[in-house]
DNA sequence: CTGTTAGCGCATTCAA
DNA sequence: TTGAATGCGCTAACAG
């Protein structure tokens, strides 16, 4: 590896005037700078990051923590990442384990220190075992889980946009709507609160709450969703609308619908949850409730800023508002 | 922050001690050992990373770097991440900057030596740019893109893989494909290699070959797919199947021909290339050219640990081959 | 404008 | 089994 002592001999200067020419923090001659300048080109330096942030005691940089690299975490990333980089940072993904039981664990807490900042999506982690997580770094969490409150926090009106959708649903004739990747578990989560959603707006409109509508999905998945909802049809339950939790499980819904015959909305309408880009494109389109990932970036990036500038800032828990964006898979109001 | 010195004071030990028991490399007497742990969980320590990947002169890290963190890039690596830490190495992900021409220059190539190797998705660099990048870091193109010799490379098959689709929609019966997404330019590219493999299809079959069937997609997206599909349609060109270059680009397609009333595969076939997940599910299920993530993935690991366990070692070429899936939106041959 | 000294936190080497 | 000295590569602070 070639070092800045390198360059300095090559150049016949101190180390000190290597680092001052490549950082320009202080005003170097301009024969001097050439001839830094030509011993870096010459012998190919380039500056060990990890050294000047051990010097420094910062690195510049925030993690941005998932349980996994696709689909939704994708997304939010992507608006995240400018953001980040707008303040001169940069951004990185890590992903938890395989196991999300594990999350923070897996990872290891040391890596945290790694980051100016973390942006910690949290899957599956108890709150519990969040607490346990004691890191003086600025850190932000993301997710639909309850969580200590000394952390911000970020969520999603997970309720509300459920109640949103089938409400929606309901309004366009449908009577007995499925809610899919919902769970009876009383534990405060996603899927708990998405299937609150659907029950508030039963009650609203007062039609009756029937348990055998939950209908869990295994993985979350799109494939366990297709059947989930294929062993639903092949019960013969019936049923005239489907709440899928996330956009991944109406995916999977729209497949098992299609291959059953069922047309949507005509037989049965649908909604999801994420706005995920592909519901825009699948036929008829996918009625979804928007969580707005640039506002939720934008909040989780604000919140991680307040945090680094001041670590003695309460905390603070926002929920982000949600609105419903209407396709093909559902009817107007009748 | 708390550091070892700090530990090696409240156990009343010496840091060495410290770093022994932590690190576990060389034994240490229980009594004292049990102090130190002690001690350790009072203050909270957690090892400073960066001052260790200094000292170590590495730091058990392997990045990605992709031009975005959603769809296709994402899907890769959920699969390369398992097999970076079944080596005892960790996998981040890092983006290249908003504007794509730009690619490393963005990072900055320093950036990289905080890493001990370096997937590199290439997705808009020139060969010329690329061999500028002087890194002596372990580096692992990946990528569609010609590069220079020097550089390990996985690429796909990707006129085999467009000449597989093709031929398989003209075997169904289509005599007008259209190339959607597919470019004219002569640079070797992933959009060059796919439309070249739809050329083939048509000279093997006996088929014309005209120009005017490569439609070009605004930012290989789905909203850019659909609307360059929708001109065609408004076009009055006619067409009896669609090669899409990506599964994004097929689905913008799928949603073009649903919104013009043109039934897949009756009135159009529909194939694309990645078989990204969603092809799966979006009815009538999308064919496309499985790329076999898992497959390139594996290949892109190997390549990297063995230049990192051999610098010297000369660099090697894969084209990692491809096949198709059929689904619903082509025919069975006629 | 340029050089010298010192030290970020950790772990290798050598000594006890 | 434990400790002391040393340096990884860089830069703040202080000379000159």
Redesign the pocket.
């Given at each position: 590896?070639v070092?800045?002592?390198d360059v300095a001999r090559e150049a016949?200067?101190?180390?000190?005037?290597v680092?001052?020419v490549?950082?320009e923090?202080?005003?170097?001659?301009a024969?001097?700078?050439a001839r830094v300048l030509a011993a870096v080109e010459a012998l190919g330096f380039e500056?060990?990051l990890t050294?000047?942030h051990?010097?420094?005691?910062r690195t510049d940089t925030v993690a941005l923590v998932v349980p996994s690299f696709h689909d939704y975490f994708g997304e939010v990333a992507d608006e995240i990442a400018p953001l980040v980089e707008a303040e001169g940072r940069h951004l990185v993904l890590e992903r938890t384990a395989a196991r999300p039981e594990q999350e923070i664990a897996s990872l290891g807490v040391a890596r945290l220190h790694l980051y100016d900042g973390v942006l910690l999506s949290v899957a599956a982690l108890e709150p519990e075992q969040l607490d346990r997580v004691r890191t003086t770094k600025p850190v932000v969490l993301l997710g639909e889980r309850d969580v200590p409150g000394r952390f911000d926090h970020v969520r999603l009106a997970n309720e509300e946009g459920a109640r949103l959708a089938t409400a929606h649903m309901i309004a366009g004739g449908s009577r007995r709507i499925l809610v899919l990747g919902g769970a009876l578990e009383t534990t405060h989560m996603m899927t708990t609160d998405r299937r609150a959603g659907w029950e508030t707006a039963h009650r609203e409109a007062g039609l009756p709450v029937d348990d055998r509508y939950v209908v869990p999905v295994a993985n979350y998945s799109s494939a366990g969703a297709r059947d989930a909802l294929g062993e639903v049809i092949a019960s013969g339950l019936p049923f005239d609308g489907v709440f899928a939790v996330t956009d991944v499980i109406a995916l999977g819904a729209i497949s098992a619908l299609a291959a059953s015959g069922l047309r949507v909305p005509d037989d049965v309408q649908l909604a999801g949850f994420d706005d995920l880009d592909v519901s825009n494109f699948v036929p008829p389109g996918i009625t979804s409730v928007d969580p707005n990932h640039p506002g939720v970036a934008r909040e989780a990036v604000r919140l991680l800023h307040r945090r680094m500038a001041d670590a003695g800032a309460p905390a603070e828990h926002l929920v982000a508002p949600v609105r419903l964006v209407v396709r093909g898979s559902t009817r107007a109001a009748r």
């Open positions: 590896m070092t800045m002592s016949g200067v101190s180390v000190m005037t680092s001052n490549l950082s923090r202080r005003p170097v001659g024969p001097t700078r500056v060990n050294a000047r051990l010097r420094a005691g």
